[in-house]
């Protein structure tokens, strides 16, 4: 088997370059090859070039980083049945890997190289704004919590201290008042306006946030919440058992929310609006989001 890592040393918010030598030694005598990541999605396309002149063999991709180098792996092995994704997970949220427990549970290379792989599923999203399709392993979400994602990267650009925490007065007003419309498997589930809405085969997003807590990621359905638009303080009310991952299972907040296990969803608005894509963020007025189910191979420590 070739050992492919992948290596994210700004991850972490930089913590990631010190593991570099711990990573090096241990692939030291076995059939391996080490990429440095140099910019945001330059190791799809790697990847993806790497898979294509390796198709006899069998490569086992190792993310090492956060988040956007799991999603970034995940894209470039698309199509590819002779690979399999294995996180070393030292970022910052660290979001997909709390699924199956969390950070620590994939941070014992010894352990990932005698693990076993198995199938789970990606949502591709696809629109007239994308130059091609993305694949999300995780979570897509928009409304409140993109907003506050995009003005949030802007803000950070601009040299901002908190970029993100200064970003959310600007979404509670401007996510709050959104017309996104929603369909899953043909049903409309909104004809009102909406604070947000999660895509999901993960459970975890924005680093604390247990959005969608009965999601399965290798049940070929996606998890779709959506929450309606209510008053300030009632949005507050939500937010401390959204946080939680109760919000699905206290009646009292089923009136403000709508859940679906789903295909196929669509996504439209009358302007242009953000996506999240596991972190990524795209915009546009039209997306289809469709369940692929066993898409990829990953690899899970214990099993």
Do not use: W
């Not at 693990?115 to 629109?127: F, Q, R």
């Not at 970029?163 to 004809?191: C, H, S, W």
């Not at 969803?265 to 894509?277: F, T």
């Amino acid at each position: 088997m070739k050992n492919l890592i992948i290596f994210n040393g700004a991850a972490g918010e930089g913590a990631a370059a010190a593991r570099f030598e711990e990573i090096k030694k241990e692939f030291e005598g076995m059939d391996h090859e080490i990429h440095l990541t140099t910019a945001p999605k330059e190791a799809i396309t790697f990847i993806r070039n790497y898979l294509e002149a390796n198709k006899g063999e069998k490569v086992r991709i190792y993310a090492c980083g956060g988040d956007g180098t799991v999603h970034e792996c995940a894209n470039g092995m698309v199509g590819y049945d002779n690979a399999e994704l294995a996180i070393f997970a030292i970022g910052t949220g660290n979001d997909f890997v709390k699924y199956y427990g969390g950070a620590e549970k994939f941070l014992d290379l010894k352990k990932l190289m005698k693990a076993k792989s198995h199938p789970v599923d990606l949502t591709k999203i696809e629109g007239p704004s994308l130059d091609e399709p993305l694949y999300s392993i995780n979570v897509i979400n928009f409304g409140f919590d993109a907003v506050v994602g995009a003005v949030g990267n802007k803000n950070k650009e601009k040299g901002k201290k908190k970029p993100y925490d200064k970003a959310i007065p600007v979404a509670i007003m401007k996510a709050r008042f959104n017309k996104i419309i929603v369909t899953a498997d043909g049903e409309q589930l909104n004809k009102k306006k909406m604070l947000l809405c999660t895509l999901a085969h993960g459970r975890f997003v924005g680093g604390k946030f247990m959005c969608a807590p009965h999601s399965i990621n290798d049940d070929g359905l996606i998890d779709v919440c959506l929450l309606k638009t209510r008053c300030l303080f009632a949005f507050l009310g939500i937010l401390g058992p959204y946080t939680e991952g109760k919000h699905l299972d206290t009646p009292k907040y089923r009136k403000t929310l709508e859940y679906r296990r789903s295909k196929v969803i669509d996504i439209k608005a009358p302007k242009d609006v953000d996506i999240c894509v596991d972190g990524e963020m795209i915009r546009g007025s039209e997306f289809k989001a469709t369940s692929m189910p066993g898409a990829i191979k990953l690899v899970i420590p214990g099993e």
